[in-house]
């Protein structure tokens, strides 16, 4: 267990839809990081916040953001959804700012657009 | 821009050694991490290196050559359940130190 959660575990949910994914990250930890992984794919990094602010910023699309609360909590948003969106979204958080090289990942959540 | 290659899968006999290659380019380099990450499951960190050489935790040790821009993982004494992907990833400047992953590689380990 990495300390880091992440719900819900699972989500099904029809085109043009709207759906917020919410993660917690270790205790002590400031960075969280988001990203997709599709079928047998790596890991595309979405977004990174550290301390309530946006650090870093991938491939992410338009149609989604993502924000970090005061208590250190962030939620990703996604709107209007297409089939493509269907993925494993990670979270994951390290304690600085980005330039540690571990990271903790939460379970994930299993998107399912249809 | 960046990439990285890495097999797309290895096959391997339980107890014996195997080797994960990855080939990296980034400028900028900053340092190559691997992860594991099991069916259904989220990546686990297994290893950093920054510097070239050899870094030994446990059965796995993780090598890197920063003029040839490549680094492998190494198993040895491979046991049923280290079957896993396993990516490799590199922080760079270009990517504002963000990492970057490979398409990881499936390993497949046989009795």
């Known amino acids: 267990d990495s300390g880091v959660t992440q719900t819900p575990k699972h989500l099904i949910t029809a085109t043009g839809q709207r759906v917020t994914l919410r993660c917690s990250p270790r205790?002590?930890?400031?960075?969280v990081y988001w990203y997709q992984q599709s079928l047998d794919q790596g890991l595309q990094f979405l977004i990174q916040?550290?301390?309530?602010?946006?650090?870093a910023k991938g491939n992410i699309l338009e149609r989604f953001s993502a924000q970090q609360f005061p208590d250190l909590h962030s939620e990703l948003n996604l709107s209007s959804l297409e089939l493509g969106d269907s993925a494993l979204y990670f979270c994951?958080?390290?304690?600085?700012?980005?330039?540690?090289?571990?990271?903790?990942f939460g379970p994930g959540t299993r998107l399912t657009v249809t | 821009g960046q990439s990285l290659e890495q097999p797309s899968e290895v096959t391997a006999v339980e107890g014996a050694i195997v080797q994960i290659n990855c080939t990296y380019q980034?400028?900028?380099?900053?340092?190559l991490s691997w992860y594991q990450q099991h069916d259904g499951g989220a990546p686990t960190f297994l290893s950093y290196?920054?510097l070239d050489g050899l870094e030994e935790t446990g059965r796995f040790s993780s090598f890197l050559s920063r003029s040839d821009s490549y680094g492998y993982l190494l198993l040895q004494e491979l046991q049923m359940k280290d079957s896993a992907s396993y990516f490799c990833?590199?922080?760079?400047?270009?990517?504002?130190?963000?990492?970057?992953w490979g398409a990881g590689t499936k390993l497949i380990i046989k009795p």
């Open positions: 994951a958080s390290s304690e600085g700012t980005g330039d540690d090289y571990e990271q903790y």
């Open positions: 205790s002590g930890d400031l960075s």
């Open positions: 916040y550290y301390n309530g602010e946006e650090r």
């Open positions: 980034t400028s900028g380099f900053y340092g």
């Open positions: 290196n920054a």
């Open positions: 990833a590199v922080r760079g400047v270009d990517s504002n130190y963000q990492l970057i």
